[in-house]
């Protein structure tokens, strides 16, 4: 059973930064094309950047030049860094893992930007 688990969120002023994490237990992370989502408060849940298996990167561009995607193989995890945050970007942030047509969701996490 794939699972995965996110941490990192929590509270931030704008302009700040905060690095998520997401461990991927039950399988090796490098089959699968990852991805970071996010959802508001009544709104819908958006793409905010994924990473494929062959390590390409793809962002909304809300987010291009402030937010990086990356993987650790060897800890069977994802990272998605976050800078410049924005009081709009306060969501919970959910990481995702994809292969053909399966997919797993985390539990998420909240992220808070206010001052």
């Known amino acids: 059973q794939v699972q995965l688990v996110e941490s990192g969120g929590g509270l931030v002023q704008p302009g700040g930064s905060l690095r998520l994490s997401c461990v991927v237990s039950?399988?090796?992370?490098?089959?699968?094309?990852m991805g970071w989502y996010r959802q508001a408060p009544g709104k819908q849940r958006e793409l905010v950047a994924s990473l494929t298996i062959n390590g390409n990167t793809n962002y909304a561009n809300s987010v291009k030049g402030r937010f990086t995607i990356s993987r650790d193989n060897a800890k069977n995890t994802v990272y998605l860094q976050m800078n410049s945050l924005k009081p709009e970007e306060t969501a919970v942030y959910y990481c995702?893992?994809?292969?053909?047509?399966?997919?797993?969701w985390g539990q998420g996490t909240q992220v808070t930007v206010s001052s």
């Open positions: 039950g399988s090796i992370i490098s089959i699968f094309a």
């Open positions: 995702n893992a994809r292969l053909g047509s399966r997919e797993f």
